[in-house]
């Protein structure tokens, strides 16, 4: 059986939900909060071919064509572009994530895309694709069948009907990637390493170094709102590895401020557990006018010898609720704030209203981001 609930009945729903209570104490593993200085992902590009696509590929741009000379001039075969034709070839940029410590000979995903006038890649085989970072230098090769998650159907001549679904133009290959280079990285410097937090807050840094010095003590000092910096303990300087996955592993309590995110493009609201309404008064009502045009016909009497006309006719109506003013007292926590906001029986985008006039007045004692 299904139950339905009401629309402010499923909105109160998602701020409870979204927003654990403070007094569960809920906390997260350091590893889930931070990420350690050093040890990033780097970003990876390559020109390439994608060749085997039936007749969907570039219509011969320069670029394309020249590609495919170069191609074939490198395996013995002079051609001139010119006198190429690339309808079953695209011409690709490929890009891909490297993760921290990739070994060479591991993989990784790519993703490519069409950089000509291709109307599909599927059926596609990507050609070895180098794929360089930042300074020019190649850390990985790509190639292989790709994945399309989209179908394009077409059809030549006047007439055809075509049929396209998702994205036929961008593909991706799962472990399409050969590492060729380790990028080098350094997460220990002077026997420090520094946890970074992913959500910048101060109190946050400074349990997560109580936290720290708790299991490692005098080990960890709150630099700012980011920065963690942890001292390596005395034993673990030639391999901190083992340091780092019992520092992880530690459990912080980790501090949100007050929040309501508003989507007003998807009539979306979630808050956080820390918001409070101020004592306010609030009344909310709704104003609809209905215009209707429509078109009446005259008739002239019996042997007047008039003729029929058609006039015009528009009805307007104005339509307003009737609401009261509701007075809501200080509520200091989301269970309460959503249960009030719910009693004005308030649709949600109304309600977003409403919560932009608690914050205009001061009432909303919580930061309002509007997507």
Known sequence: MIRRFPIPVLVALVLALAAPRESQGAAARVKDLTTIAGARDNQLVGYGLVTGIAGDGDKNPVYTLQTVANLLQRHGITVPAATLSSKNVAAVIVTADIPAFKKPGSRIDVTISSL??????QGGILLQTPLMGADGAVYAVAQGAMSIGGVFGGSEGGGG??????????????????????IPMAIVSDQHLELLLREPDFTSAARLAVSV???????AVAIDSTTVRVRVPEGHEASPVDFIARLESLEVQADAPARIIINERTGTIVASSRIAISSCAVSHGNLTITIASNLDASQPGPLSGGQTVVTPSTQTAVNEEKSSLVALPEMPTIEK???ALNSLGV????????????KQAGALQAE???R
């Open 116 to 121: 000509g006038d291709a109307k599909t890649l």
């Open 161 to 182: 009907a075509t049929v396209q679904k998702n994205h036929p133009t961008t593909a991706q290959i799962i472990g399409g990637a050969l590492v060729e280079r380790e």
């Open 213 to 219: 010095n708790a299991a490692f003590p005098g080990s």
């Open 337 to 339: 704030v959503a249960a």
């Open 347 to 358: 649709t949600p985008r109304d309600m977003m209203a409403i919560v932009q006039a608690m």
């Open 368 to 370: 309002l981001v509007l």
